[in-house]
Antibody, heavy 122, light 109 residues
Framework: QITLKESGPTLVTPKQTLTLTCSFS??????????VGWVRQPPGKALEWLAL???????RYSPSLKSRLTVTKDTSRNQVFLTMTNMDPVDTATYYC??????????????WGQGTLVTVSS | EIVMTQSPATLYVSPGERATLSCRAS??????LAWYQQKPGQAPRLLIY???IRATDIPARFSGSGSGTEFTLTISLLQSEDFAVYFC???????????FGGGTKVEIK
């Protein structure tokens, strides 16, 4: 059974750097084709894709946020990390990590964490 | 970046009726489209990928259709647990990006 869970600070101040951890089980990020993505959702708004890291360390980022994002993984600990610099109140959102469905070249997410709400405020 | 537009923003449907949700892409995305369902306080749930392929354990009352730029999610015989927000997502424009639509909220009429 695949499960994912996000953890990290619930409150950050403007200009601070946010680091979130995604801890998962039921799959390995050393297996060919596997990927973990990050998606966020401001309160009451739509989903926004942020980043995706693959088993082979290939990483992809949202073009609009690329300069602020870094995704890394620790395969041995079954964890993925998202770092976002220069946080702003508009970055207040629920941040989700999700498992990329391993079917052909699809880039959809079939398992999601519960999400973690991050508020940016002074 | 491909823009995904969903309509209507809110759809009022009575239980037992059919709901038809639309998603339009700003340029052709072939069949590289997924649909998700999200209930309040919960993470999204994958319903459909490849425009028409139901994900694991998704009931047959959910069906997807379309290709190119126009897509439809149909929920036949709407049940109480189907009242939720639905998002479409394209994955054709890769790289550089995956993009979601703004969502359609299905509410009880």
């Amino acid at each position: 059974q695949i499960t994912l869970k996000e953890s990290g600070p619930t409150l950050v101040t403007p200009k601070q750097t946010l680091t979130l951890t995604c801890s998962f089980s039921g799959f390995s990020l050393s297996t060919s084709g596997v990927g973990v993505g990050w998606v966020r959702q401001p309160p009451g708004k739509a989903l926004e894709w942020l980043a995706l890291i693959y088993w082979d360390d290939d990483t992809r980022y949202s073009p609009s946020l690329k300069s602020r994002l870094t995704v890394t993984k620790d395969t041995s600990r079954n964890q993925v990390f998202l770092t976002m610099t220069n946080m702003d109140p508009v970055d207040t959102a629920t941040y989700y990590c999700a498992h990329r469905m391993v079917v052909d070249s699809t880039r959809v997410f079939d398992y999601w964490g519960q999400g973690t709400l991050v508020t940016v405020s002074s | 970046e491909i823009v995904m537009t969903q309509s209507p923003a809110t759809l009022y449907v009575s239980p037992g009726e059919r709901a038809t949700l639309s998603c339009r892409a700003s340029q052709s995305i072939s069949s590289n489209l997924a649909w998700y369902q999200q209930k309040p306080g919960q993470a999204p749930r994958l319903l459909i990928y490849g425009a028409s392929i139901r994900a694991t354990d998704i009931p047959a009352r959910f069906s997807g259709s379309g290709s190119g730029t126009e897509f439809t999610l149909t929920i036949s015989l709407l049940q109480s647990e189907d009242f939720a927000v639905y998002f479409c997502q394209q994955y054709n424009d890769w790289p550089p990006a995956l993009t979601f639509g703004g969502g359609t909220k299905v509410e009880i009429k």
